[in-house]
């Protein structure tokens, strides 16, 4: 949720946007409040894309430079693509908070379900390609 919210703070930041509050709280659904926002369909999507290329990224230089407990870091790619994913694709059917937003400020839902349909899978076989739970444990151990 904080690289998630992050994404928000940075696409208000770069648009002259001002952020009011950031709420984070393990259970509930995080959110920024803006007092002022010129563009909210930019900033809307700005949180679920850094949310996936943050931690993309950094497995990505993590793998480059074969840093031990890589893995770590691709387990963790891999939840946020399928968490942003299913929060946009499937929030846009019940039009949950971003999605809503998102849907309100001009996005059409067949790209909120496009963006789903591509971080979904794309999550899943980052989580696929670690292999099994107990080889993970087992790499921990090391």
Avoid at 100 to 115: A, C, E, M, P
């Amino acid at each position: 949720m904080a690289v998630h919210e992050a994404g928000h703070v940075l696409g208000a930041l770069l648009t002259g946007g001002t952020v009011k509050v950031v709420v984070l709280h393990p259970l509930k659904i995080s959110c920024t409040v803006l007092s002022h926002n010129p563009h909210p369909l930019l900033v809307t999507w700005a949180g679920p894309v850094i949310g996936v290329l943050i931690p993309l990224a950094a497995f990505g230089v993590a793998a480059g430079i074969r840093m031990p407990g890589a893995y770590l870091l691709r387990f963790f790619a891999g939840f946020c693509l399928i968490a942003n994913g299913a929060y946009i694709g499937v929030g846009s059917i019940e039009r949950i908070y971003d999605a809503d937003d998102l849907l309100r400020h001009g996005s059409q839902t067949w790209h909120l379900w496009l963006f789903g349909a591509v971080t979904i899978p794309l999550g899943l076989l980052l989580w696929h390609r670690l292999g099994r739970i107990s080889d993970l444990a087992r790499l921990e151990a090391r």
